[in-house]
């Protein structure tokens, strides 16, 4: 599997706009230094969808309207964050164990 390119929102729009003026994929591709023609045809068809909002979604993120992070409320944006700080802390904790484990296995 290849590497995941996320492209800017203006050149979306770009794209759209030469799609809807006809220009061809393989023009926008080149102008715009898109890697993969299905990329623009899958934005040209968000477009015609009116699913605008799929376009400023991250990469590998598809989210329902209204159902992704900007969508949340505060509360549950806090949640979210504060279960994943606990996350990195629980990491912390086993790598600086390990790290203990380590140290008095090798001096």
């Known amino acids: 599997m290849g590497n995941r390119v996320s492209y800017p929102i203006h050149i979306k729009k770009m794209a759209i706009q030469m799609k809807q003026e006809n ?9 715009l230094g898109i890697k993969n023609k299905t ?4 934005w040209w068809r968000w477009y015609r969808n ?3 909002h799929r376009l400023v979604q991250p990469v590998g ?3 329902s309207y ?3 992070p ?3 409320s505060t509360e549950q944006q806090l949640r979210n964050e504060n279960k994943f700080l606990k996350m990195h802390v629980e990491v912390l ?3 600086k164990e390990l790290e ?3 140290s008095q296995k090798y001096l």
């Open 61 to 63: 993120k598809q989210y």
């Open 100 to 102: 203990r484990m380590w």
């Open 50 to 52: 009116g699913e605008n």
């Open 93 to 95: 904790k086993k790598y």
């Open 23 to 31: 220009v061809p994929a393989k023009t926008i591709m080149e102008e």
């Open 66 to 68: 209204g159902k992704g």
């Open 70 to 72: 900007e969508g949340q």
């Open 39 to 42: 990329q623009v045809e899958t």
